[in-house]
């Protein structure tokens, strides 16, 4: 996969929330007095060179000075930006640091919530007040179609996104405005990711987000709250998420929020077709507009394809293999009785 990119292609990246209002916070880990307007700053920062290291990246490492440089970079940007079109804070800015060590940021004004919730000291929901901590959430999540297979592009933010765009086209989500979030599994059944944010359950009596040993991201918010200790990491058996529940979701550009787990019956129905799964898909969450044409993955079968007596499905010799090599009918049905 890494080789069919083009080397000076081949990028990782980090969002964050920039606010020049945000006031000092004692939780929020800063590098200079005024990195206060970076949220978790230091976390992004560690993202990308932990990234860039888990590629071999070394000599793009030596380049980045540390998170005084990067938030000197963030800021200069941002200043640029408000000039230039005089739009105020907050902002969603994307650094994305491609293999040859040249970082390119993008700034763009996000909505102001009235309460963003990006500190929260218990995620217990007795406990908490707000929008964002709202126990009748707007916000919906669902269940991928398909399990995804754990890769150094599942556990690190970098230029590949396919499983991410699979999953989200799946779905049925438009755009990243949409209220709607889709969680991935491995073909373990575990709780992996969400496609844009962490999520967090509910289990034995405390807040438990996806082990790092299932295959996901470590996001910003993740890390800063495993820290914070407000809740632990651990396994998530898709068997075992209700409809209706009321879960966590958390990003570095909206921080915390609740949203409710919706069961979809006809997931299987949702599978991209082969002509779908061919169309050109934006990557527009990376920061970096491009679009690719995305080729037919074996491994993604539509509804209509399943044999009923056929327990498990194998690739053909030189077959594509990414999202996931193997699964058996039980994973669909499990999933369906959600």
Same mark, same amino acid.
């Given at each position: ?7 000076q ?11 020049g209002?945000?006031?000092?916070? /004692? ?7 005024d990195?206060?307007a ?22 793009t ?25 005089? %739009? ?11 293999h040859?060590? $040249? ?5 763009e ?19 908490? !007040?707000? =929008? /964002? /901590?709202?126990?009748? &959430?707007?916000?919906?999540a ?17 230029h ?19 209220? $709607?979030?889709?969680?991935?599994? %491995?073909?373990?059944?575990?709780v ?7 999520p ?5 009596? $405390? ?24 809740c ?15 879960i ?15 069961a979809?019956?006809?997931?299987? /129905?949702r599978?991209? !077709? ?6 050109h898909? !934006?990557r ?15 491994? =993604? ?6 044999? &009923? ?6 690739? =053909? ?16 049905e ?5």
């Amino acid at each position: 996969m890494l080789d069919e990119i083009p080397i000076q292609d081949q990028y990782v990246f980090t969002s964050l929330r920039y606010d020049g209002s945000m006031k000092r916070n /004692a939780q929020n880990p800063v590098c200079c007095p005024d990195s206060k307007a970076a949220y978790l700053i230091k976390y992004h920062y560690e993202r990308l060179v932990t990234a860039a290291d888990h590629l071999g990246w070394y000599d793009t490492n030596k380049r980045l000075k540390g998170p005084v440089d990067l938030f000197t970079r963030i800021q200069t940007a941002v200043a640029e930006h408000k000039k230039k079109t005089g %739009n105020k804070c907050p902002f969603k800015v994307r650094v994305c640091l491609r293999h040859s060590g $040249k970082m390119e940021i993008g700034v763009e004004p996000i909505m102001a919530t009235k309460q963003p919730l990006l500190f929260p000291t218990t995620l217990d929901l007795a406990k908490c !007040s707000g =929008e /964002a /901590a709202s126990q009748h &959430p707007i916000f919906k999540a669902v269940l991928d179609v398909l399990p995804t297979r754990t890769t150094t592009f599942t556990r690190d933010k970098t230029h590949y996104r396919t499983m991410y765009n699979y999953a989200r086209q799946c779905a049925q989500i438009q755009s990243y405005q949409d209220a $709607k979030e889709v969680i991935l599994f %491995n073909r373990d059944n575990q709780v992996m990711d969400g496609s844009i944010t962490t999520p967090y359950f509910y289990r034995d009596g $405390k807040w438990m987000t996806p082990h790092r040993d299932c295959g996901g991201q470590q996001g910003t918010t993740r890390r800063w709250a495993i820290d914070q200790g407000i809740c632990h990491a651990g396994i998530i058996d898709i068997s075992t998420i209700k409809h209706d529940e009321i879960i966590w979701l958390s990003n570095g550009v909206k921080g915390f929020f609740t949203a409710r787990f919706v069961a979809c019956n006809d997931r299987l /129905a949702r599978t991209p !077709s082969y002509e779908s799964r061919i169309s050109h898909v !934006s990557r527009s969450d990376s920061g970096i507009d491009e679009k690719h044409s995305l080729r037919p993955h074996q491994d =993604e079968v539509a509804e209509d394809d399943i044999e &009923p007596t056929r327990q498990k499905w194998t690739a =053909e010799p030189g077959a594509e293999d990414f999202r996931n090599t193997a699964f058996t009918l039980d994973v669909f049905e499990r999933a369906l009785k959600l």
